[in-house]
């Protein structure tokens, strides 16, 4: 394209030189040709605009998805605040944002038509959404990461703010096209944009301000929520060591894992932001900011694919993308502004929620406490350090007396959700009242549970005088129950049955003599995975046991452990005992997954090797062979390679070296069937001896000293419960080891145990 216009320019020069016309003439031909020229390259240079329309729609998809994640999750999980977990405040999430924010932000592009204005004005609604959305996941942050990422947060909002109102000043929002003949065509719409992209800069700012005044708040509630924890955390660990005198049965698991469900679920940083006015104030906006939205749509409505920009068609997938975005993201806000009331929801809270507008003092206690601090920078002069000190101080009286009124005007935007609820709760006592007139048994609802009445006092609230609705109580102990529930459905079938094979704990006295010395000169301490996986590994060798058996017992030991590993992390949690779990870690993968140990592919040994005696022979001399080549190779210095496997072929040299002294003491020669169910129960005595700890196990991960992983843990610990409620029953009444309750978490100390009690 560059050549004709370079032959073209070259033309006019030479009818220049050989036409006698005017100055005048020529240059009007340069004119046009450079309104030409540069046309062409405007249209050459917004040719990727295009592609940058479709980046945008991709961003605002990876910002839609994970909000219809927490959606659904809340959902899923009858958690009607909808907790962030999936879309959260955070580096990738911002830079997500902002791609999602191109079109507010293009100071450039004219965008003249109705579908370009709209989609400009649907992106900033989309921003208010995605705001709203992400309130909750301020309190699952530190003080450090809080102000991280509201800082970043505040610059994209105010930047977007910014350059939105510098497009309302020249006239980007709001633009007036100009026709063929000079007149500039107005139809009336161009106005409701520009007083549309006001109000919802107004509710960007709004909501930038109620993040900021959440952060202050969460530093300080958290802290209150953390002190009633532990409070109630010493009354429920008081209650568990009452009853150590009887081994914790499944209703007192259950009872146990649920009073920490409401301590975890009330005492949530999200569900107490969740119950905040902010909360209400935020989705008052959001709410807002989707009935404008739906306004501008349907004002645009027939001019929906006016599309004049350089953006081309894909300004109406914009549109619609984020529109959709807007009526998605939109009701997680909305419903946790109407949840959040009726989680506390009492004719008592209502009037004082409307009585005085009382500001509660943690809203203000972290300005407080700066207020009352002293400047930590050192100053020469002591006028200065008085100047700086009476500038601080009216700063943050400023600061409290600002924020004591966003939290008022918080409260009273959420007087319309208030009467919303209270209209609605009113029409549905009014229909239970009804029925009741038509039904005698209904009256028999009115009656409270007696159990909600020793779950009360597990409750956590910021406020002393604040009581938590009945219906909420009521909600969160049944959800507790049907997640145990949902949990109990997926049973470890295989475990269960490997488990029928043990009747007792020899398995655990009998895997490893005292009379094998080991290879290594250091002593390591044995796990509870290492001698399952080393057993598992010559069980599977065996060429004469039929498939199924082998993979039912690979399934076993596999699913169990799942929880070997749980109780190792949680109750041997020593360095002394990392690179022995590791190395079992390590080991399990290739015989897994690869049906190999260390190489040596099983089921299929040196052709010699076809006995059971042999074939435990061959294992022990290669272990010892590995040992000594990886010593030879390694004189300098082990690396986590060679240590893991000098660890594993020491476990496979004890382990075959003590049931062969078991066999040169019987005359017989023993089978590969008869060492097969010799070795499965083994591991099914180990597993059994390791998996009573579930129980203490269940007990521990219903509390953690992190307030942001608490409630995590406590799931964790419902479902662990769930899952292995067969398993704890079956092993219920078996006699345990005379130990204390830290020791029977290792493998080590039962072996002693047993070994010098049962000789």
Not at 15 to 42: G, I, K, M, P
Not at 136 to 155: F, R, W, Y
Not at 320 to 347: D, E, H, M, N
Not at 645 to 660: D, G, H, P, Q, V
Request: positive net charge; contains cysteine.
């Amino acid at each position: 394209m560059g050549s004709n216009w370079n032959r073209f320019h070259t033309s006019v020069n030479q009818l220049r030189s050989s036409c006698n016309c005017t100055t005048d003439v020529f240059d009007s031909l340069n004119s046009y040709y450079d309104l030409a020229y540069q046309s062409d390259d405007q249209n050459r240079f917004s040719k990727p605009m295009l592609w940058i329309g479709y980046y945008i729609v991709l961003a605002s998809l990876f910002c839609i998805l994970p909000m219809v994640a927490d959606l659904l999750h809340g959902l899923r999980n009858r958690k009607l605040w909808f907790p962030c977990k999936y879309f959260t405040l955070n580096a990738a999430t911002l830079s997500v944002i902002a791609v999602a924010m191109k079109l507010p932000m293009d100071l450039n592009n004219p965008m003249p038509g109705h579908a370009d204005q709209a989609a400009k004005l649907g992106s900033m609604a989309f921003m208010c959404t995605i705001m709203a959305n992400l309130l909750p996941s301020l309190s699952t942050m530190d003080s450090k990461e809080l102000l991280t990422n509201i800082i970043a947060l505040g610059v994209l909002v105010i930047t977007l703010v910014v350059n939105v109102y510098i497009q309302i000043t020249t006239g980007l929002v709001s633009y007036t096209r100009v026709l063929h003949d000079g007149l500039a065509y107005d139809d009336g719409k161009n106005i409701y944009s520009k007083r549309t992209a006001i109000v919802y800069v107004v509710m960007l700012i709004m909501l930038l301000i109620i993040h900021t005044c959440s952060c202050l708040a969460i530093l300080k509630s958290k802290q209150i929520l953390e002190s009633k924890y532990q409070f109630r955390h010493q009354t429920a660990l008081k209650d568990q060591e009452l009853q150590q005198t009887r081994r914790l049965t499944i209703e007192r698991l259950k009872q146990h894992v649920r009073n920490y469900w409401i301590m975890s679920t009330t005492g949530s940083p999200q569900f107490m932001t969740a119950c905040s006015a902010t909360t209400s104030a935020s989705g008052v906006i959001c709410a807002l900011s989707v009935a404008m939205l739906a306004i501008v749509i349907l004002t645009i409505g027939p001019d929906m694919m006016d599309y004049q920009s350089d953006y081309r068609w894909s300004i109406s997938v914009i549109l619609i993308t984020q529109s959709i975005g807007v009526l998605l993201g939109s009701i997680a806000p909305i419903s946790r502004c109407f949840a959040s009331l009726s989680f506390k929801l009492s004719i008592k809270w209502i009037w004082n929620h409307i009585k005085v507008f009382k500001v509660e003092s943690y809203w203000t206690q972290k300005l407080s406490d700066w207020k009352q601090s002293s400047v930590p920078v050192a100053f020469s002069g002591h006028k200065c350090k008085v100047i700086i000190q009476k500038l601080k101080t009216l700063t943050l009286s400023f600061c409290i007396g600002f924020q004591k009124a966003v939290v008022v005007a918080c409260k009273m935007m959420g007087l319309v959700p208030i009467f919303i609820v209270i209209w609605v709760l009113y029409c549905s006592h009014c229909w239970k009242w009804l029925k009741a007139k038509f039904s005698a048994s209904d009256i028999l609802l009115v009656k409270r549970p007696e159990h909600n009445k020793d779950l009360i006092q597990y409750v956590l609230q910021l406020q002393d005088d604040m009581e938590l609705a009945e219906r909420t109580l009521k909600g969160i102990s049944k959800s507790v129950n049907c997640f145990i529930q949902r949990a109990e459905k997926r049973q470890p079938n295989h475990l269960m049955k490997l488990l029928e094979k043990s009747r007792g704990f020899e398995g655990v006295e009998k895997y490893n003599s005292d009379l094998v010395p080991p290879l290594l000169a250091q002593e390591f301490m044995d796990c509870w995975s290492l001698p399952l996986v080393t057993l598992t590994t010559i069980a599977i060798s065996l060429p004469n046991i039929q498939n199924d058996m082998l993979e039912n017992l690979l399934s076993s030991v596999s699913e169990g452990l799942v929880y070997v590993k749980l109780v190792e992390k949680n109750l041997n949690a020593t360095e002394d005992y990392e690179s022995i779990q590791k190395a079992a870690k390590t080991l399990w993968l290739e015989v897994e997954v690869y049906h190999r140990w260390f190489g040596n592919r099983l089921q299929k040994p040196v052709p010699q090797v076809n006995t059971a005696e042999k074939i435990l022979q061959w294992f022990r001399d290669t272990a010892k062979n590995l040992v000594t080549e990886v010593e030879q190779k390694d004189m300098g210095g082990r690396n986590d390679d060679s240590m893991c496997r000098c660890i594993s072929a020491n476990s496979m040299y004890r382990i075959t070296e003590t049931i062969l002294l078991s066999y040169h003491a019987n005359t017989n020669e023993v089978s590969q069937e008869e060492l097969f169910e010799k070795l499965s129960s083994m591991i099914a005595d180990i597993l059994a001896a390791c998996l009573t700890n579930l129980p203490r196990l269940i007990a521990i991960k219903c509390h953690t000293s992190a307030i942001e992983k608490r409630e995590a843990s406590v799931h964790a610990a419902a479902q662990l419960l769930g899952e292995t409620m067969q398993i704890i029953n079956s092993l219920e009444d078996r006699e345990l080891p005379s130990l204390n309750p830290d020791e029977l978490g290792f493998i080590v100390k039962w072996s002693a145990y047993l070994k010098h009690h049962f000789p």
